[in-house]
């Protein structure tokens, strides 16, 4: 009974073990497109702060239609750890409902600095929609800095 016999048609045929580098250049251009694509869709610190920039603009629009419409004060009040919306019922500032108005804290990443040097800020929209406290609000990230302003006819506007 014969187990194996080498013969010359196997010996000179090597046997395949292990990738031809053509395999393994397959391989590293495929890793390096998918190194990149997750490289671009991390958000990086200036576009979290231009987002979140334009999420407060966004809020503070609609929280002036908010007053003009309901014939009421609206007043948004900003602290190092983030920002709520408030109207003036009765007398008496109570927090403007809806999903949109809720208290809101800021991402990790971004830091807010009133205008005004202080550590707080509060703007406020009068029931005809103008500011008697017009303000700017700045908001940092690393190198990324966007400015979101309230002017005095309640205008809101955002830039650098």
Same mark, same amino acid.
Not at 14 to 34: K, Q
Not at 133 to 142: E, S
Not at 144 to 149: L, W
């Given at each position: 009974?014969?187990? $194996? &016999? ?23 251009? @495929? ?10 869709? @991390? *958000? ?8 979140? &920039?334009?999420r407060l603009a966004a809020r503070l629009a ?6 003009? @419409?309901?014939?009421?004060?609206? &007043? ?8 709520? $919306? ?10 403007? *409902?809806?999903?949109? $108005? ?9 830091? $807010?600095?009133? &205008? ?15 500011? *008697?406290? *017009? ?26």
């Open positions: 009974m014969r187990i $194996f &016999a080498a013969t010359a048609e196997t010996r000179a045929r090597p046997h395949a073990n292990g990738f031809t580098l053509v395999e393994l250049m397959v391989v590293l251009a @495929i890793m390096a497109l998918a190194a990149t694509a997750v490289v671009l869709t @991390i *958000p990086g610190e200036e576009r979290s702060v231009r987002s979140e &920039a334009d609609a929280a002036r239609d908010v007053a003009v @419409i309901e014939g009421r004060s609206v &007043a948004v009040h900003f602290a190092p750890s983030g920002y709520g $919306f408030e109207r003036r019922v009765s007398g008496e500032w109570q927090p403007l *409902p809806g999903r949109a $108005f809720e208290q809101r804290s800021w991402p990790g990443d971004v830091r $807010f600095v009133a &205008a005004n040097g202080q550590g707080a800020a509060r703007i406020l929209f009068d029931r005809v929609g103008t500011s *008697p406290t *017009p303000q700017a609000v700045v908001l940092t990230g690393g190198d990324a800095r966007e400015i979101v302003r309230v002017s005095a006819t309640g205008e809101v506007s955002r830039g650098k």
